[in-house]
């Protein structure tokens, strides 16, 4: 999913305003580590074009068990209790202040999907049986792609508009770290064989590339079926603004059918202001599950319950 600029501008706030300007922050986790903060601010979204691409090392079989997909479908709580669980083992201090700082990235993520998800969903659509196939891969993928190019006009991030891929970091010793417990976690989570070493970097360094050559490529896009979510990454030739709904114009949950009319600016904020509660938590309480999991209500990276029925889209 390229909906990487709102996922990235909701950690930056969160370390501009809770860590470059508090200096009683000095001793955060997070001092130093934004990069390792942005890129799990990425969530499991890397993970969908891991193994895909030749030149960065074909994965296919890893690419096939679709762990990107099967992570988005979980309610959070086995994935960061392992995740937590693997920070009392590293005995470095920086090396733990980085994974600490990409856990809590991965979790804002988890919490913009699970806030926002929703009102995309009823935006763009899915099938008859409340599932994501067929040219809703175009779908949904295109609304989160003018969703991201709407923010950027709207905060004037001009250099998002022209080079995407530069916001995602590839500096190969921090995705080494990021593989190297990650990787594991996802075996485990999940209950899968073996996958690559190198499953997140492969998916990052993928991502980039991608967006490089798709974000202003029409042709390269329309050669795509739209039953992949790669025809949906180019960035539309006028910016409509509308897709952030400031007017509050009425929506509903798919699943439930409970109208709303929060725009998408106030759904970031939503999420912002559980992240940055969650923050403080843990630099009070500390660095552990039980301070997590107050903040996973059940639902899973699409805002419903898993095994939900989808029913209700524009």
């Excluded at 976690?185 to 499953?199: F, G, P, Y």
């Excluded at 910016?239 to 059918?257: A, C, F, R």
């Excluded at 107050?294 to 639902?299: L, Q, S, T, V």
Aim: charged share 25%.
């Amino acid at each position: 999913m390229p909906n990487l600029l709102a996922h990235s501008l909701l950690v930056k706030r969160l370390y501009n305003n809770e860590v470059e300007k508090n200096s009683i922050e000095k001793k955060s986790f997070l001092v130093g580590n934004y990069d390792f903060l942005v890129l799990g601010s990425l969530g499991p979204d890397p993970l969908f074009y891991t193994g895909i691409l030749p030149s960065h090392g074909l994965h296919l079989l890893t690419a096939s068990k679709k762990v990107g997909n099967k992570l988005h479908k979980l309610d959070g709580k086995k994935l960061f209790k392992r995740m937590v669980e693997q920070v009392y083992f590293i005995e470095n201090d920086k090396e733990r202040n980085r994974y600490c700082a990409f856990v809590l990235g991965q979790f804002a993520h988890y919490l913009l999907d699970r806030i926002s998800h929703p009102y995309i969903l009823y935006e763009s659509g899915f099938d008859e049986n409340g599932r994501i196939t067929s040219h809703y891969h175009h779908d949904h993928a295109y609304f989160e792609t003018k969703l991201v190019c709407a923010l950027a006009k709207r905060y004037t991030i001009s250099h998002f508009l022209s080079d995407p891929e530069d916001v995602i970091p590839d500096n190969p010793r921090n995705l080494a770290l990021i593989d190297s417990y990650f990787v594991p976690a996802i075996e485990q989570v999940l209950e899968i064989k073996k996958i690559a070493k190198k499953t997140y970097s492969n998916g990052i360094l993928n991502m980039r590339k991608l967006l490089k050559k798709f974000s202003h490529s029409p042709k390269r896009s329309k050669l795509c079926p739209k039953s992949i979510s790669l025809s949906g990454m180019c960035f539309p030739s006028e910016i409509d603004l509308s897709v952030l709904n400031e007017e509050k114009k009425e929506w509903l949950d798919p699943v439930t059918g409970e109208k709303h009319e929060e725009s998408f600016l106030e759904l970031h904020s939503a999420a912002y202001e559980l992240l940055k509660e969650l923050y403080h938590d843990l630099m009070t309480r500390g660095f552990n599950y039980d301070t997590f999991q107050k903040y996973i209500d059940g639902k899973d990276y699409y805002g419903s319950l898993p095994g939900s029925k989808r029913q209700y889209h524009r």
